[in-house]
């Protein structure tokens, strides 16, 4: 078992900044893939960025590239988010995943979850 625990969502006008963090504890030794997904109101939970284990790869979705890095300090044991130049249509629920399927950029595929942080960019 994984466990996932996000902090850091809050409330910020648009183009303001906010970095989440995503506690990792329990069995990690197959070293699995992190990733970040969010939900909106009425919309799918849908893909964020993704992280392997060492922190050398790195994926993003369309809409967060050049403005979010997802990034992890292993002696922490910590995922973080950092999020910039935020817009409304950012406002989610973000959640924290790990150790996901053949295609992770299907939030079905991935095994772990947190209970998710608020984040809300006010125009």
């Known amino acids: 078992q994984v466990q996932l625990v996000e902090s850091g969502g809050g409330l910020v006008q648009a183009g303001g900044s906010l970095r989440l963090s995503c506690a990792v504890s329990?069995?990690?030794?197959?070293?699995?893939?992190m990733g970040w997904f969010r939900q909106a109101p009425g919309k799918e939970r849908e893909f964020v960025a993704a992280?392997?284990?060492?922190?050398?790869?790195?994926d993003y979705a369309e809409s967060a590239k050049g403005r979010f890095t997802i990034s992890r300090d292993r002696a922490k044991n910590v995922v973080y988010l950092e999020m910039k130049s935020l817009k409304p249509e950012d406002t989610a629920v973000y959640y924290c995943?790990?150790?996901?399927?053949?295609?992770?950029?299907?939030?079905?595929?991935?095994?772990?979850w947190g209970q998710g942080t608020q984040v809300t960019v006010s125009s």
């Open positions: 995943s790990a150790d996901p399927g053949a295609n992770f950029y299907l939030s079905t595929s991935w095994q772990y």
């Open positions: 329990g069995r990690t030794d197959s070293r699995p893939l």
């Open positions: 992280i392997n284990w060492y922190g050398t790869s790195t």
